[in-house]
Nanobody
Framework: QVQLVESGGGLVQPGGSLRLSCAVS????????MGWYRQAPGKQREWVAS???????NYADSVKARFAISRDNAKNTVYLQMNSLKPEDTAVYYC?????WGIGTLVTVSS
């Protein structure tokens, strides 16, 4: 059974950084495109970033130049490095791939 488990969320001050992880079990990550999404309170879930099997990346305009998605196929894990965080980045962040969603990890940006 394929499972995606996010970790690394928490409370951070504006301008701070966090790194989210998405550990995949039950399947090899190697050939799959993976993505990060987020859902802020009262808003719809939105796409944040994605990484193709060969490593090509794409970002939403709102996070471009601040966030970086990466993958470690040997560890079957996808990462989202988030820098220069803003209060509007506050959301539950979800990992998506292999036709599965993770359960999410909460990121709160507040002073």
């Amino acid at each position: 059974q394929v499972q995606l488990v996010e970790s690394g969320g928490g409370l951070v001050q504006p301008g701070g950084s966090l790194r989210l992880s998405c550990a995949v079990s039950g399947a090899s990550l190697n050939l799959y495109s993976m993505g990060w999404y987020r859902q802020a309170p009262g808003k719809q879930r939105e796409w944040v970033a994605s990484i193709a099997g060969e490593g090509n990346t794409n970002y939403a305009d709102s996070v471009k130049a601040r966030f970086a998605i990466s993958r470690d196929n040997a560890k079957n894990t996808v990462y989202l490095q988030m820098n220069s965080l803003k209060p509007e980045d506050t959301a539950v962040y979800y990992c998506r791939g292999i036709n599965r969603w993770g359960i999410g990890t909460l990121v709160t940006v507040s002073s």
